[in-house]
């Protein structure tokens, strides 16, 4: 069975956009005649509990939240075979594809935008109780007027309630790479290497393995963002530099960036507008986080082609990355 012998009633598909580990995507009208990103699990997501409880997890959270800078989502179903998303279509496809097809397209303050739209976004999913996991390019999305809007939500959880804890090993945290729980300072770590290699234009750490990566996330510092980026206004260097701290208490919270970010576009931050229908805010739980100093690196080489390396379980297996770790409550 093709993944169009099941499209939900009232779609119609135009033509796929693109694919991923869990799911295929075409653009399709909705009933109303509406453009959407149709997403549609592969039978093998369906098929496997865990792939199918992340895609589920997708669907309830991207239809709860509902801020700007977070991927909108129209309509899904969570479970079964028809389970499906019906997303918000971004034309200009995610930032990934934008640095890799043409990067020279990406002004810099066009750069520094999309950075202040990811910390809005993240500001918002940590006033909601929530944290992303799973903040890099490949899931972000480039809208209309230079706006970004953050999307993959199948890995979020509310902090209270506890959820898999994973990542992508170019842009996890210390912490996480110790096998702790998530938290917003997590998220803040990832954005910060991805503000990095957006205005610096390379990526801070490389390696070849997961355990490389392992490595130079847990013990290297890259070269200071004011040699990478002279441009970028000293405040905003420093503050991007303190969200890829080793240790969880010394990075600065999402807003924090997000402030700093429009200072450096010349914009008077405004207090984030709380939006309409957002979910309440969950309480958190404190993070323990114990990442470590370690000594000074050197400069990072060029960034490799993707693809990244996938973690290895305990047993040395390399699971798909919704199961890297462990289950936490
Ligand atoms: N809202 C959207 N607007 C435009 N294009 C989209 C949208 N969502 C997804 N796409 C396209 O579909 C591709 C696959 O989507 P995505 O990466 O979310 O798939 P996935 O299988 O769910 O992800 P993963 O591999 O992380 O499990 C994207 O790379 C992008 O090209």
């Known amino acids: 069975m093709t993944r169009l012998d099941r499209t939900p009633p009232g779609y119609r598909p135009l ?41 589920g997890n997708e669907v309830r959270l991207t239809l709860k939240f509902r801020h700007p800078r977070i991927v909108r989502g129209y309509a899904g179903a969570a479970f079964g075979p028809q389970a ?36 809005s976004g993240l500001t918002y999913l940590h006033a909601s109780g929530a944290v992303h996991q799973d903040v890099k390019p490949q899931n972000v999305y480039l809208c209309p007027g230079g706006r970004a809007a953050l999307g993959d939500l199948g890995s979020s959880y509310f902090v209270a309630q506890g959820g898999p804890v994973s990542g ?33 234009g390379l990526r801070p ?64 931050p405004d207090d984030e507008p709380v939006e309409e229908n957002a979910p309440a805010p969950a309480p958190t739980a404190p993070a323990q986080p114990t990442g470590r100093h370690g000594p000074l690196g050197r400069a990072a080489p060029p960034p490799p082609a993707e693809p990244e390396p996938a973690a290895p379980t305990p047993t040395g297996l390399r699971p798909d990355r919704w199961s890297l770790f462990r289950r936490r409550k």
Request: charged fraction near 20%; aromatic fraction near 8%; glycine fraction near 6%.
């Open 15 to 55: 033509r796929l956009l693109g694919q991923g580990k869990t799911s295929q995507v075409y653009l399709a009208l909705d009933d109303r005649g509406r453009e959407v990103a149709l997403k549609l699990p592969h039978p093998a997501t369906l098929g496997q509990p865990e792939a199918a409880a992340r895609f």
């Open 84 to 119: 499906y998303l019906a997303l918000q279509y971004y034309a200009s496809g995610p930032l990934s594809e934008t640095l890799q097809l043409a990067p020279q397209s990406l002004a810099w303050t066009a750069r520094l935008r999309v950075l202040a739209d990811l910390a």
């Open 168 to 200: 992508s090993p170019f842009y996890m945290a210390p912490e996480i790479y110790h096998g702790e729980a998530s938290s917003g300072a997590s998220d803040v770590y990832s954005l910060g290497i991805l503000s990095y290699e957006l205005l610096g």
């Open 205 to 268: 750490f490389l390696g070849q393995s997961y355990e490389e990566l392992m490595v130079a996330h847990l013990t290297r510092f890259p070269s200071p963002l004011a040699q990478v980026a002279p441009e970028l206004p000293r405040a905003a260097a420093h503050l991007i530099e303190r969200a890829m701290a080793k240790r969880a208490p010394d990075r600065p919270g999402a807003d924090e960036l997000r402030r700093a970010l429009l200072l450096a576009l010349g914009e008077t």
